[in-house]
């Protein structure tokens, strides 16, 4: 009999599948159903500065990061966006509130994309038919951002508060007035620090329209709050097959927003999985530390790109079983562990030995993926 044990052979099963849209590029990005679900962050520098701007991108794209969006409040960011876009390694949105020549300006710049909020753009609606007419001669999309904090007042009026369908009525309301003028490269998000009122308003779009939509929790907060929020409004949506790019907003480096982002998509099978460690919480049943353990054996780890699954297991109980399942384990008890590859006990080492011991049959592991491209090891039982 042959059993493949340890990583999913792809393709890997997903919740379900993504909703139909409308397909588009930023830059060389592709968005919409045909696509991966790509990860965003945002830059904290100063779009003046051009050089650390730049910096900033080229942290964001090493982590991972598929689309940056820059901020252009004043004169001096947006002649910066040349620069900017013409060097970035990833397609740069521009982020535009308050006024409409930035827009333009972006545009003429070069720019991927461009992001508006139509509640705080001086006379918006005016501004649309030139707005699309210069996004419709350089092939620029539109992202229609439309948050609860900064909603469109005359729709505050109407629904008292930034309710799911005020947001989403704002957003249908812009992109309705870009298809009168036949433009239809949109992108749209419905923004609020709220999951459970920003996943209906999702929910809501999605039964409204066909364009691919941008999700995120906006101030959704410090690193562990922020995470938790975007990790339960995403995986609520992303399993109804609602979503086309996502960005984790939160209260820290932009590089932690993409290691989030792309952590949730790959434990959704949404992007392909790189190192994953599988340890257990402890308990008193372990002979082992299991937090060190797991702890020294990541660190050991970081930065390997091949879709490894590595357990890390403090007692008898489970940790045999889960150990024979990863594609390399250790079992520990009584002062010793035993390390499993592909579900066959190769070795028992003293407890001291480890770390070192899995770091280096991950590495040699690695090693034998990178030059077999897609291989699989099979053990035949």
Known sequence: MSVLLGMPQAPAPVLAPRRVTRQLKVGSVGIGSDFPVAVQSMTTTLTADVNATLQQIAELTAAGCDIVRVACPSQDDADAL??????????????????????????????????????????????????????????TPIRIGVNAGSLDPRLLQKHGKATPEALVESALWEASLFAEHDFHDIKISVKHNDPVVMVRAYELLA????YPLHLG???????????????????????????????????????????????????????????????????????????????????????????????VMGCVVNGPGEAREADLGVASGNGKGQIFVKGQVVKTVPEHQIVETLIEEALRMAEGMESVPGSSVEVVA
Do not use: W
Not at 207 to 210: A, L, Q, R, T
Not at 293 to 306: R, S
């Open 82 to 139: 040349p620069a900017i876009a013409r060097k970035s390694q990833i397609p740069v949105i521009a982020d535009i509130h308050f006024q409409p020549k930035y827009v333009f300006a972006a545009i003429e710049a070069g720019c991927a994309a461009v992001r508006v909020n139509p509640g705080n753009i001086k006379k918006f609606d005016d501004k649309v038919r030139e707005i699309a007419q210069a996004a419709k001669d350089h092939g």
């Open 207 to 210: 039964e409204s329209c066909d």
């Open 217 to 311: 929790v906006t101030e959704a907060g410090p690193a562990f709050q922020g995470t938790i929020k975007s990790a339960v409004a995403f995986g609520a949506l992303l399993r109804q097959g609602i979503g086309d790019t996502i960005r984790v907003s939160l209260s820290a480096p932009p590089v932690e927003e993409i290691k989030v982002g792309t952590q949730i998509l790959q434990s959704l099978n949404l992007r392909p999985r790189k190192l994953e460690i599988v340890s257990c919480p402890s308990c008193g049943r372990a002979q082992v530390d299991v937090y060190k353990l797991a702890e020294e054996v990541t660190a050991g780890l970081e930065g390997m790109e091949v879709p490894l699954r590595v357990a």
